[in-house]
């Protein structure tokens, strides 16, 4: 905080203008302070208080905006730059790579040429990875997309050799997963993806010398309203996937820096090529994702990357429960959420299974519907704004119906208030964005029970 003098407090005697937390309301504010003569020699203090919080919050929040955008216009003009070396070296590099295998391609076994020609190509093929990393920096790695299950490369680089090989000078680091099985597919090219959990797992484990644990799940997630983290975060259906250990953590310096080419604190020539962390930087903005970190120092840090949802199916999917299994009979279902988006998809996953539907926007029209039909089950959003939540809406369904069944749905993890609508009577907990199989096991069970 500062305080003026008298004279900058427009010249009186004893008065000070400082700008900080008001003592009194523990509030920002511009603060006037003057002492007063009173009476038998004695002085009156005299403190006036503006409210100016708001104001405090305006600026640190567009000082915060200000950051990204500069963030972004760094990574940008970086990329632009890597952009046009690798396009140089890959010239470059095409003959070192080509060349020497044409040439052992036509020599014998024996021939002494064939060990220095292949250490020449293997030579160029590491240096053409670092080219296809400076290309993902530069966003023009991704060339093609395709339907891909994310369980499936975590699963295949959690059980490589590669991941073995890094693993094993680490050899107190052990790596655990929590994959979601009803996990929805994203569009995208599961090379990059891959070496882009492979970067997240390997820098995991190089900021964690006395040994522990890397804890790494995946899970779908509806995001209804934007959220400010690293970067915001906009609304939408998300795979996400988490990565999280203890540790050193990272500074808020260091945070904004640490998607940055070459920046880091881990010793250059050993550590790899000092471009992983760029290179998921690169992976998630191609994909159309974003990144959030949390991290506090000396306890750990968890890294989020958000990849937007396809709908469509991918390629030899994972094997399914049959349909059958969990179809409807014509039971009445009532689908309360507050995004439009929502109903017509669940209304469609319902009447696909051979659900009636009905929908209502809001807890107050869920309730209006009650009293004039009776579902079989509600499927009933957690956090619907404004008005009533899941949980007040459904301590009033049970108020007209002490028997309602439900099942719950909600785009962040569970909660304390899941919990209490469960006590209540409620069923399962499913996860937005749903998937056919897990919204109709999850209605068959409860209305089975």
């Not at 160029?124 to 966003?139: M, P, S, Y």
């Not at 680091?173 to 994203?186: K, R």
């Not at 050193?248 to 940055?260: A, P």
């Not at 009933?380 to 007209?400: C, F, K, R, V, W």
């Amino acid at each position: 905080m500062t305080r003026a003098s008298a004279n900058e407090a427009g010249g009186h005697p004893g008065a000070a203008i400082w700008e900080g937390l008001n003592p009194i309301t523990n509030k920002w504010s511009i603060n006037v302070e003057r002492v007063l003569p009173w009476v038998n020699g004695r002085y009156a203090y005299l403190h006036i208080a503006t409210d100016i919080s708001h104001l405090k919050k305006l600026q640190e929040e567009r000082e915060k905006m200000e950051a990204q955008l500069n963030r972004a216009q760094k990574m940008e003009a970086i990329g632009t730059l890597a952009g046009g070396v690798a396009h140089d070296l890959n010239n470059v590099l095409s003959g070192i790579t080509s060349y020497p295998e044409m040439l052992i391609w036509n020599l014998d076994d024996a021939n002494s040429m064939r060990k220095p020609l292949m250490t020449i190509q293997k030579a160029g093929e590491k240096a053409a990875e670092i080219v296809q990393d400076l290309l993902t920096l530069a966003r023009r790695g991704v060339m093609t997309k395709e339907v891909v299950d994310l369980n499936d490369i975590i699963s295949d680089y959690l059980g490589s050799p590669e991941c073995a090989k890094m693993m094993s000078y680490h050899k107190n680091i052990a790596t655990t997963s929590s994959l979601d099985p009803y996990l929805l597919h994203l569009k995208g090219s599961s090379i990059h993806i891959r070496k882009t959990i492979m970067n997240l797992v390997s820098n995991a484990a190089e900021v964690k010398p006395d040994g522990g644990e890397i804890a790494i799940s995946t899970y779908n997630r509806n995001i209804d309203l934007p959220e400010k983290g690293f970067e915001e975060i906009r609304q939408g259906d998300f795979v996400t996937f988490e990565i999280s250990y203890k540790g050193c953590g990272i500074s808020e310096e260091d945070k904004e820096r640490i998607f940055e080419p070459f920046y880091t604190k881990k010793v250059m020539g050993r550590s790899g090529t000092g471009l992983g962390m760029a290179v998921v930087w690169g992976t998630v903005q191609d994909h159309h994702g974003f990144i959030d970190i949390k991290s506090t120092l000396d306890e750990g840090t968890t890294f989020y990357l958000y990849f937007p949802v396809t709908r469509e199916e991918a390629t030899g999917g994972k094997k399914r429960v049959p349909v059958s299994t969990y179809m409807g009979n014509g039971q009445l279902v009532l689908i309360v959420d507050d995004n439009k988006e929502q109903r017509i998809i669940a209304s469609g996953i319902l009447e696909t299974l051979n659900y009636k539907t009905m929908v209502a926007a809001s807890g107050e029209e869920a309730i209006g519907r009650l009293k004039q039909k009776e579902p079989e089950i509600l499927l009933l959003d957690m956090i619907m704004e404004p008005g009533m939540d899941g949980l007040e809406t459904y301590q009033q369904a049970i108020a007209i119906n002490p028997e309602q069944k439900a099942i719950i749905a909600s785009g962040f993890a569970e909660t304390d208030r899941v919990r209490e609508v469960q006590r209540l009577g409620a069923g399962q907990f499913i996860k937005k964005p749903y998937t056919i199989e897990a919204v109709g096991l999850a209605i068959k069970k409860e209305l089975d029970n």
